[in-house]
């Protein structure tokens, strides 16, 4: 079988015989594949017949479209493919209910998060002890002011003994990333996304372009919303100690700078991608205030 895909649309070609027939792609000028013939010899003796199948599917670039075709070679499929398309059967059943994508996106990353709530918690004990720990690794830090390396050595001890982490407070979100991979792979090839609406989103599966700046340039408004929750979920999430400040992976997803980075890697995302993200981060804060209260 030979297939050209794209994001949403596949051309998928099986001779019925494949031992008997050669696929043979030809290129473009990019040197991308452009088309496939087929090429086959039978060799008949006088009066003899033959009958040669081919089985062709256009349409969308959807599994169960595919496998429903015979054609499920053409979406293969790995690990975080397939929690992702269990995940996508989820929203659709909640796109079902509230007629709109956009509302079904948001509610999905609210119930992932809510599943994912134990762990925030865990979380938030933890940045707790280590707020109870700052007068000790103020000490230690006064103590070692001449010895950087012993400073840190001592104050990571008493985390050992405490049985804290210093990178705590970015547990929920290093939990989110593989769900959100597994999404991500499902959710670009849904063609309901195609066209659909949300508040000023005007098409889900593209960047929300609120506006054209000078230049030519979208201004994205999702992704720097985005940015800016996730940078107030840090601050909430995590204490900034002695450790935060001389671990530099630690002061790195502390600071603004792990936001920042995510922001300019969503800004070309699917609209609907950043929609879940900017959910997950507004829903951890929810989670971490009403556990505070």
């Not at 027939?21 to 000028?29: G, N, Q, R, T, V």
């Not at 103590?143 to 804290?164: C, I, M, N, P, S």
Request: aromatic content about 10%.
């Amino acid at each position: 079988m030979a297939t050209l895909s794209e994001r949403y649309f596949c051309q998928a070609i099986k001779p019925s015989h494949e031992g008997h027939a050669s696929l043979i792609p030809s290129a473009d000028k990019k040197g991308s594949a452009a088309s496939v013939s087929i090429e086959s010899s039978v060799i008949l003796q006088p009066l003899e017949e033959a009958e040669y199948v081919v089985t062709v599917y256009l349409g969308p670039r959807d599994f169960f479209r595919l496998r429903e075709a015979g054609f499920e070679q053409a979406f293969p499929l790995g690990m975080l493919n397939k929690i992702g398309l269990a995940l996508i059967l989820f929203l659709k059943w909640i796109a079902s209910i509230t007629h709109n994508y956009g509302v079904a996106v948001v509610a999905l990353s609210v119930l992932v998060t809510s599943v994912l709530s134990p762990f925030t918690l865990i979380s938030l004990r933890s940045m707790k002890t280590m707020q109870k720990l700052q007068p000790k690794i103020e000490q230690i830090k006064t103590k070692y002011k001449g010895d950087q390396q012993r400073a840190t050595q001592e104050t990571f001890a008493l985390f050992r003994e405490h049985k804290v982490s210093p990178l705590s407070g970015c547990l929920p979100m290093l939990l989110q990333l593989p769900i959100f991979f597994a999404i991500w792979s499902a959710i670009t090839h849904v063609i309901e996304f195609r066209g659909a609406k949300f508040l000023w989103i005007k098409d889900l599966s593209m960047p929300d372009r609120l506006a054209t700046l000078p230049m030519g340039v979208d201004l994205n408004l999702l992704p720097i919303v985005m940015a800016a929750a996730m940078f107030f979920q840090t601050k909430l999430s995590t204490s900034r100690t002695a450790a935060t400040e001389t671990n530099p992976m630690a002061k790195m997803m502390s600071g603004p700078m792990m936001s920042i980075m995510f922001g300019v890697m969503f800004y070309g995302f699917p609209s609907s991608l950043v929609l879940y993200w900017l959910t997950n981060s507004l829903s951890s804060m929810a989670i971490y205030r009403f556990a505070k209260a």
